[in-house]
């Protein structure tokens, strides 16, 4: 599939990807993003394997995806950074990050 297939064409001529991957909850749940979680739920996580979100941005680099949805309020800015800088190769970025007030 082309670039054009999977990008829409922006004002300025640029492409930017249709479809991107969120990293809300991505590694880290911020206090402030409370949901009610039943107690089975619990367990059944601790049962599964810790994956950082330096892991799961990497995975999502490598199958594809080429925009992000980051934001400061979900606090793990570091990892994804960790996870473009340990990508195999030179990649074409979009993200788009929204700053807490």
Do not use: I, W
Request: hydrophobic share 40%; aromatic share 6%; net charge negative.
């Amino acid at each position: 599939m082309t670039l054009a297939a999977n990008s829409v064409m922006l004002n300025d001529g640029r492409q930017h990807p249709l479809v991107g991957y969120g990293t809300y909850k991505v590694g880290f749940v911020p206090a402030s993003a409370s949901s009610v979680v039943s107690e089975a739920a619990v367990g059944d996580a601790a049962k599964a394997p810790e994956v950082t979100a330096a892991e799961c941005v990497e995975v999502a680099l490598d199958v594809g995806y080429r925009f992000l949805d980051c934001a400061e309020f979900y606090g793990n800015e570091a990892e994804v950074g960790k996870a473009r800088c340990r990508s195999s190769r030179r990649l074409t970025l979009t993200l788009t990050l929204t700053l807490t007030p």
